[in-house]
């Protein structure tokens, strides 16, 4: 069965959405979700499991965005002030993400560098721009490239972590390609980016990464990082 089966037009589609959500808001949740956030957003007070289910009775009900509507209704989606529209934009993409195309990729980007807060960023990031990239490697290299040397750090962060769940097919060229530009950087959520995807990756090649940091000059923060996963190992089996 085709999944892409709405009969909302994009604006119908989110304001149904968005009142199915006023609907189950929670007030205190909210303010407390806001503050979480250093009330960057706005919220109706869903935790993410209920929002989830939420999301899902939706779907069952009014289908997911058509094709040509997809653009459209994440772009409105990410428009809204309640933060839990932008987390029911990517549960959207996520369920249609066999669909997309590399064309999407630039609607990820749009939904990055909007709004951009870690909490859509890692999630936007190596779901789905990595999903792609892994898909159409040729095609989107020039874009991720041009994420390394981007002025936005978030774009930044999300080059470096694109790959997190590629384990042995990661590509350690565009890994450092993405990373040495900006081991000197003082922005806290590109130090923890750079540790994150390293250590992500000693799951799969301890003697790379530790090598890698051995002959970078990485920030403290990003050693720690990078080093975690590693020293954990190393505790446990000097306790045997």
Known sequence: MNPISSRLAPRAYVRTLNELFARNADPVRAAAMAAYMRNLFAFHGIMSTP?????????????????????????????????????????????????????????????????????????????????????HTAELAPDIERWIRAEDFWLNRSAIILQLGYKERTDTSLLTRAILPHIASREFFLQKAIGWALRQYSYTDADWVTDFVRTQTLAPLSTREALKALKRSAERTQRR
């Open 51 to 135: 929002r989830t289910e939420l999301t899902r009775s939706f779907v069952a009900e009014h289908g997911l965005p058509a094709a040509d509507d997809l653009d459209e209704v994440t772009r409105l989606l990410w428009m809204h002030d309640h933060r839990e529209l932008q987390y029911a934009a990517i549960d959207l993409l996520l369920r249609l993400r066999k669909h997309l195309t590399p064309r999407h990729l630039e609607l990820i980007e749009h939904c990055i560098t909007n709004k951009s807060w870690w909490d859509t960023v890692d999630a936007l990031a190596p779901r789905l721009a990595g999903w792609l990239y892994a898909s």
